[in-house]
């Protein structure tokens, strides 16, 4: 019912491939990448090579997060590194219906992604052609900030309107901030993706940390 999608940018980065294969075991469900630019967002990650090497250490899903400008130049790279999810901004794309089609071209799943000052107004035309749709909890650029509960409307918004359209298969994906009880608050609210960064590799027992983040979004989820 609930998916969880930690994000590595809150492992080791000097011993990535260990942090990957105990992330599986710990009981993730996706593997989070999150890619910058230093352009869109005012901080610089990692790119295709490092998706390449993580890929051997884990079978999960890699769930890439590119926030970056002109998505387009590195989508197959990264899809040839091993990505099987590529989501990308909104406010980054001019051609998003392209740029969402080329993914899916090339064998991957496509999210599109909103900031969270973006409508939901915004990628209703879009949600038929995705296979995701992540909603940001935070201003995307860094891991351990504060939730922002004015997306918790949006939420609820973009899961009513994939009820309406038939489009229960679409994921609803949440990113910033997520710990147990802002887990709660966005399950509740409509998502079933649930990345957290500090709240799992910045423990000890990532094991724990990704299971009461589990239990509490699947009590909600079922209260939604
Ligand atoms: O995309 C981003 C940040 O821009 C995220 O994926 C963060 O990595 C989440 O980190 P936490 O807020 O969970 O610590
Ligand atoms: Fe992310």
Redesign the pocket.
């Known amino acids: 019912m609930i998916k969880i999608a930690p994000?590595i940018?809150?492992a080791d980065f000097a011993r990535l491939g260990d942090e990957v294969r105990e992330a599986e075991q710990a009981g993730a469900d996706w593997i989070?990448v999150?890619v910058m630019d230093g352009r869109f967002?005012p901080n610089i990650t990692l790119g295709p090579v490092v998706v390449e090497a993580i890929r051997p250490h884990t079978r999960l899903p890699l769930d890439v997060?590119l926030?970056i400008n002109e998505p387009d130049r590195y989508i197959e790279a990264f899809v040839k590194s091993g990505a099987d999810v590529v989501s990308v901004h909104q406010e980054a794309c001019p051609h998003l219906h392209r740029t969402i089609h080329r993914i899916k071209e090339l064998g991957a799943k496509a999210g599109v992604v909103i900031n969270p000052a973006t409508p939901v107004s915004l990628i209703e035309p879009i949600l038929p052609d995705v296979d995701l749709v992540l909603l940001m909890t935070?201003n995307?650029?860094?891991?351990?900030?504060k939730f922002i509960s004015s997306v918790l409307d949006k939420i609820g918004q973009v899961r009513r309107l994939l009820v309406e359209r038939d489009l229960s298969h679409v994921d609803v994906e949440v990113?910033?901030?997520?710990n147990a009880q802002t887990a709660a608050f966005a399950a509740q609210a409509g998502a079933n993706v649930l990345?957290?960064?500090?709240?799992v590799f910045g423990q000890v027992d990532r094991q724990a940390a990704m299971a009461t983040i589990r239990e509490a979004g699947e009590r909600a989820y079922s209260r939604g």
Request: net charge negative; charged share 10%; aromatic share 4%.
């Open positions: 994000s940018l809150s989070h999150d967002v997060h926030m935070v995307p650029g860094f891991g351990g900030q990113d910033g901030g997520i990345v957290a960064g500090s709240a």
